[in-house]
Structures are given as C-alpha cells and as structure tokens.
C-alpha cells in the first residue's frame, strides 16, 4: 500500500486532509507539531482522532524554535486579533517560515518511512495572510522535495485552490464529524468565537448553510 504523512494539526482543513488521504488508499502517518502555539489544544484533538482511526500519529515537541521565531501572537504574549478573517487583521498571526520548516521535518519522516507524498491543508483562504500557503510557495517546495532524496517526495495540499467553505463541504459530504476538531487561537475550554480563526470557521459553516457543532463562548 502506498504510504503518505499527513501534517496534521487537529484544525478542521487537516482533518479533512485527512480523512482524503485516508480515501485515496494511503496508510497515512498523521505528524502533529507541537511548536509552542497557545491553542495547544488542537494537539488533543488531533491525539484522538487518531486513536479513533487507529492510524500511526506522533506529535513532535519543536518548541526550542522560538529562540529564532518571533512576534506572532500564536506563539507570544500579544493578543489574539478578533474579527474578519482578512490580510490587515491576521497578517500578525503569521509565523515566521513555519511551514517551510514544517515540511522539511515531514519530508525527512517521509522518506524514512518511504513514503511517497506528504499532504498539508493550504488552502486559498490562507494564502493572502500566510506566504507559505501560496500555490507558487507550494510549488516550489514540491520541486525540492522531489530531489532532496534519491526517492523523491510530492507535497500534496488537494485544497490549495479551494475556500475553507469547499474544505468543509467536502469534508461533510464525507461524512465527517466536525465537533472533532479545533480551530480557535485562543486555546480555553470553549472557542471563543471572536478570533479570526473562530470568524473563518463560522463562516464557512454559515456558507453551507450548517450548524457548527462545536461550542462557543460568543456566537
């Protein structure tokens, strides 16, 4: 059977990476990122999933890269931007190379594995906030994936073209159980519905028409 590693976050785009991947026929290898973020959370979320699925899941502490990454409220002490999901509003939010480096480890378990794709969930929402989730970035990193081995990994991301709404229609049509999942940055018990993140997602479910199923502290 064909073998791929899924970066999977716990957030409801890689969980429905996921479960594509799952579809297409991989054994999947779900890596999660531990990289200091403070909705931390999502990390329970993606544990159980996989633990459900009974898949292969490791979660990967890579917090020693704040020493050199800083100033995104994801991973300081600066507040969480509220409101629409836009470039002026959540560019603050970005990580520095975060993906990049992302990829990079996932590529490295990949070809140990011998595996022959990795899947991340860029998608077309993303990529005017978040440089790294640019179908050119993309492309490019596919390229050097594919020669920094003599067995060459593809960077799979299936919505790079498509809206968060596409994701979760996708997703549902799937049949997927979105109360699985965790999106907020702001990791408390209950989202908060305020943040940008919080924002896209209601978005999305209010596009299809759906109730999102998990619970807000404000909705």
Same mark, same amino acid.
């Given at each position: 059977m064909k073998k791929a590693v899924v970066i999977y976050s716990g957030g409801m785009d890689s969980f429905t990476v996921l479960h594509k991947a799952?579809? *297409?026929?991989?054994?999947?290898? =779900?890596?999660?990122?531990?990289?200091?973020?403070? %909705? !931390?959370? *999502?990390?329970?979320?993606?544990? =159980?999933?996989?633990?459900?699925?009974?898949?292969? %899941? !490791?979660?990967?502490?890579?917090?020693?890269?704040?020493?050199?990454?800083?100033?995104?409220?994801?991973?300081?002490d600066i507040a969480i931007p509220e409101g629409e999901y836009s470039v002026e509003n959540m560019k603050s939010t970005v990580v520095p190379n975060r993906n990049m480096i992302l990829l990079s480890l996932a590529t490295g378990y990949a070809i140990s594995l011998h595996a022959g794709a990795v899947f991340y969930g860029a998608h077309h929402d993303d990529s005017a906030v978040y440089p790294d989730c640019r179908p050119e970035f993309v492309h490019a990193v596919n390229e050097v994936t594919k020669i920094a081995d003599w067995n060459p990994v593809e960077i799979i991301a299936p919505y790079l073209n498509a809206s968060k709404g596409d994701i979760l229609k996708d997703g549902l049509a799937m049949g997927l159980d979105y109360s699985q999942t965790w999106t907020c940055y702001n990791g408390r018990e209950q989202a908060c519905g305020l943040c940008g993140a919080c924002y896209s997602r209601l978005k999305a479910f209010e596009a299809q028409e759906q109730t999102d199923p998990l619970a807000y502290e404000v909705h």
């Open positions: 799952l579809r *297409e026929g991989y054994a999947v290898h =779900a890596l999660s990122f531990d990289y200091g973020q403070r %909705h !931390k959370k *999502e990390l329970d979320f993606a544990k =159980a999933v996989c633990e459900q699925l009974q898949i292969s %899941h !490791k979660i990967v502490d890579i917090t020693a890269i704040n020493q050199l990454l800083q100033g995104s409220p994801l991973t300081s």
